[in-house]
């Protein structure tokens, strides 16, 4: 290498691009361009620029070499190691959201068979059970004291009239539109 170009702007790529009628010919790697009407134009231009580029680097005594080639490939370096990071962290949640969801469905499996009191597979024997539990409630010896049915009850009024106007606002999302609309 010459004395002027101690960190080898001689030895990067050209690329040459058509831009509608022009040309533009370019060192990314130290974002170099030049603008011109023809390929040999543009290549001038960017010669001349790279020559005063080579002096200004001489006279401000820059002599490490690997700053600036290093910077062109950390970007690429820096997007590699993100795309990684965020793939591991992708994976785990996927991981995690697999792994709680199969506990769920078991724990649902395991509430929906003790309501039930059978295999949730064998659908006889489901509502087998349930006309089992529901003989069982209908006993008179199951009956629940009276005074404790009527707190029981005083206790849903009040719920219902809390809740009533919020039902009779929600209430038009399950009543279909009138036919002329």
Known sequence: MSGTDRLGIDKLDIVIRHAGSKVVAGIPQIALYATAETVADALQILERKKNETKNDIAAAGIVDPVSVAAGAGLAAESIGRFA???????????????????????????????????????????????????EKLALPANDMPEERKQKLLSNIRVVVNRLRPFVAEIAPLFTPPPAGR
């Open 84 to 134: 990684i990071k965020a793939g591991i962290v992708a994976v785990m949640m996927l991981f995690v959201l697999a792994v709680s969801g199969a506990l769920l469905a078991n724990r649902i499996e395991s509430v929906g068979r003790g309501i039930v009191g059978a295999d949730l597979s064998d659908g006889r024997q489901v509502w087998v059970n349930l006309e089992n539990n529901l």
